[in-house]
């Protein structure tokens, strides 16, 4: 079974378990006041394994398996089987505490805010992929088809100012820096891949 497999079974029984039990939802939501007062930074990953609905999970599993199967199998060629399974495990985890640190430091005087869901991570995920295909055919937010590349640009550009403007609750910084997360901690485990990344880039133009 791959990991990215796992990961997604245990997201998707974890997310199930907290729609049935509001104590459980509460207790594994990212909730920067708690977790500064409490010190319950356990919160920076299990808020990854619960979301707010059906969809929200059902969309974030279905993009992280899409591009999460790929970039897993980039990474075993890349590191070997043991390794790269590692490595792809480490990121996702990496990404998905670093993409709440901004919430956190934000929030964490004020009672009212709070997140869940693995977008943070799953951002990571697709900005990995863009290392490999940068010209390969994305839906932008599902609906209008265009390179990887640009998709990621117009992602990173929206996810910035939704951060800064929207009042929705959804936590779009966590996108923002998962995203950059992401894609900058696959450059460092191998920084060769940066210039494959600039080479794919200039062979597509």
Request: charged share 10%; no cysteine; glycine share 6%.
């Amino acid at each position: 079974m791959s990991v990215t497999l796992a990961i997604v079974m245990l997201t998707v029984l974890v997310s199930w378990a907290a729609f049935e039990n509001r104590s459980l939802f509460e207790k594994l939501t990212h909730h920067p006041y708690v977790e500064y007062r409490n010190k319950e930074y356990y919160r920076f990953l299990t808020s990854a394994l619960v979301h707010g609905s059906w969809g929200h999970l059902l969309i974030n599993m279905f993009v992280f398996y899409q591009f999460g199967e790929p970039v897993e199998q980039y990474f075993m060629a890349i590191f070997g089987a043991g390794k790269g399974r590692l490595f792809f495990l480490l990121l996702y985890v990496a990404t998905t505490i670093f993409a709440d640190l901004p919430t956190f430091v934000k929030y964490k005087n004020a009672p009212h805010f709070r997140s869940v869901g693995a977008s943070g991570a799953v951002s990571g995920i697709l900005f990995a992929f863009v290392i490999f295909q940068p010209w390969a055919t994305l839906l932008l937010f599902f609906v209008v088809p265009m390179p990887a590349i640009l998709a990621a640009v117009g992602y990173l550009v929206y996810s910035s100012w939704a951060g800064k403007n929207k009042r929705d609750m959804i936590d779009h910084s966590a996108h923002f820096y998962g995203a950059v997360f992401g894609f900058l901690f696959t450059i460092a485990l191998k920084p060769d891949l940066f210039a494959y990344f600039v080479q794919e880039l200039m062979q597509g133009w």
